[in-house]
């Protein structure tokens, strides 16, 4: 079975409805994987979703903040929803697809503007949920999965405009990538994207601080799609579609897709 799997932070699924079904008019993943919902499950407008053909939806939701969600085509059903750091955040959700294949989509805390635990409190917090997420992975090793999700962590120095001025911001610094880093081994996952695109400045997110976003590119690669190693040489045709973030009342991420042959 092939299947193209997108993931995508919408910042508020119900301001952006219109841009999700442009997205899912135009390039009809047979799953998206959405974060920062920013609602309630009941309240996400699933209407027009379903219209499009995307019947099925796992989902945690919160009034105003964070709120993860899967849309699919094939047929799925819940899996798994994990409450890491205990934050009491809807910042995980899995659903397992009818060919067996589980998908997980996480919203990892963004974390502050200051890189240390003692000063700020949710630096210390995104530390913790990366700690949990690798401890779960290594307590239950993953098969037959994929991880997808904005990680907010851009860990490699082509994913972002520019590694040395970047070390002390949050999202780059050598703490936050050594904690992915242990996630990722922690689960066998393989980084699909820069599997498929391993050369390269590559970006998922640019500030809405900039004026002109596209001629400034100060970007940085937050979402992520990875596989367990068991699956991962099945994905490919990654792609980040860097011009949805051009769209009318943008998110500032850009969806990144790939294709699965399982």
Same mark, same amino acid.
């Given at each position: 079975?092939?299947?193209?799997?997108?993931?995508?932070?919408?910042?508020?699924?119900?301001?952006?409805?219109?841009?999700?079904?442009?997205?899912?008019?135009?390039?009809?993943?047979?799953?998206?994987?959405?974060?920062?919902?920013?609602?309630?499950?009941?309240?996400?407008?699933?209407?027009?979703?379903?219209?499009?053909?995307?019947?099925?939806?796992?989902?945690?939701?919160?009034?105003?903040?964070?709120?993860?969600?899967?849309?699919?085509?094939?047929?799925?059903?819940?899996?798994?929803?994990?409450?890491?750091?205990?934050?009491?955040?809807?910042?995980?959700?899995?659903?397992?697809?009818?060919?067996?294949?589980?998908?997980?989509?996480?919203?990892?805390?963004?974390?502050?503007?200051?890189?240390?635990?003692?000063?700020?409190?949710?630096?210390?917090?995104?530390?913790?949920?990366?700690?949990?997420?690798?401890?779960?992975?290594?307590?239950?090793?993953?098969?037959?999965?994929?991880?997808?999700?904005?990680?907010?962590?851009?860990?490699?120095?082509?994913?972002?405009?520019?590694?040395?001025?970047?070390?002390?911001?949050?999202?780059?610094?050598?703490?936050?990538?050594?904690?992915?880093?242990?996630?990722?081994?922690?689960?066998?996952?393989?980084?699909?994207?820069?599997?498929?695109?391993?050369?390269?400045?590559?970006?998922?997110?640019? @500030?809405?601080?900039?004026? $002109?976003?596209?001629?400034?590119? *100060?970007?940085?690669?937050?979402?992520? =799609?990875? %596989? &367990?190693? +068991?699956?991962?040489?099945?994905?490919?045709? @990654?792609?980040?579609?860097? $011009?949805?973030?051009?769209?009318? *009342?943008?998110?500032?991420?850009?969806? =990144?897709? %790939? &294709?699965? +042959?399982?």
């Amino acid at each position: 079975m092939s299947f193209t799997l997108a993931t995508w932070n919408i910042n508020s699924v119900r301001l952006r409805e219109p841009i999700v079904l442009k997205l899912l008019e135009e390039e009809a993943p047979d799953v998206l994987c959405l974060q920062e919902c920013k609602s309630p499950v009941e309240l996400i407008p699933t209407e027009g979703f379903e219209a499009l053909g995307y019947r099925y939806m796992v989902a945690r939701g919160q009034k105003g903040y964070n709120g993860v969600a899967i849309l699919s085509k094939i047929p799925m059903v819940e899996s798994s929803a994990q409450d890491f750091a205990n934050l009491g955040h809807a910042r995980h959700i899995a659903g397992t697809l009818e060919n067996g294949v589980t998908v997980h989509n996480f919203y990892v805390p963004a974390g502050g503007d200051v890189p240390d635990r003692e000063k700020n409190e949710k630096f210390g917090q995104k530390l913790d949920y990366l700690t949990d997420m690798r401890d779960w992975f290594r307590a239950e090793k993953p098969q037959k999965s994929i991880l997808v999700g904005d990680l907010n962590i851009a860990p490699r120095e082509d994913d972002v405009w520019d590694h040395k001025k970047l070390l002390k911001i949050v999202s780059h610094t050598p703490i936050e990538v050594e904690h992915l880093a242990e996630t990722q081994e922690a689960g066998d996952w393989v980084d699909v994207t820069r599997k498929d695109i391993p050369d390269g400045k590559l970006y998922s997110w640019w @500030s809405y601080r900039a004026k $002109d976003w596209d001629a400034a590119d *100060k970007g940085r690669r937050l979402d992520h =799609v990875w %596989a &367990t190693s +068991d699956i991962a040489s099945s994905g490919h045709s @990654s792609r980040v579609l860097r $011009d949805v973030r051009g769209w009318e *009342k943008p998110s500032d991420h850009a969806p =990144v897709f %790939a &294709t699965f +042959d399982i």
